[in-house]
């Protein structure tokens, strides 16, 4: 069975910083690339950052370059989102995924996906 547990989400005031962290279990984690995306109420679901299965390249939404970080520890099975200088319109449920293939190209935000975690909510306060 396959399972993906993303922690690390909570409360932050805006300018803080916060690390998600996705445990991956029941699949061979570094057989695939891995990502974040995230949702708020009334919008539609969209891409955060992708990270090839070997760390070998990252790509992120213009609003996440800069501020945030991808990467992935194979040995322990676990993706992580360094989020720095947070706003408040970064809140939102965030979800971790893996994708079908090793790489991320092309279009790593709508590449199709095998397996989503459950969510881990960020709120930013002003």
């Known amino acids: 069975q396959v399972q993906l547990v993303e922690s690390g989400g909570g409360l932050v005031q805006a300018g803080g910083s916060l690390r998600l962290s996705c445990k991956v279990s029941g699949l061979t984690f570094d057989d695939y690339a891995a990502g974040w995306f995230r949702q708020s109420p009334g919008k539609e679901r969209e891409g955060v950052s992708c990270v090839t299965k070997s760390s070998a390249s990252t790509y992120y939404a213009d609003f996440a370059k800069g501020r945030f970080t991808i990467s992935r520890d194979n040995a322990k099975n676990t993706l992580y989102l360094q989020m720095d200088s947070l706003k408040p319109e970064d809140t939102a449920m965030y979800y971790c995924?893996?994708?079908?293939?090793?790489?991320?190209?092309?279009?790593?935000?709508?590449?199709?996906?095998?397996?989503w975690g459950q969510g881990t909510q960020v709120t930013v306060s002003s």
């Open positions: 995924a893996t994708y079908v293939e090793g790489y991320c190209l092309p279009s790593w935000d709508t590449r199709q996906k095998n397996y």
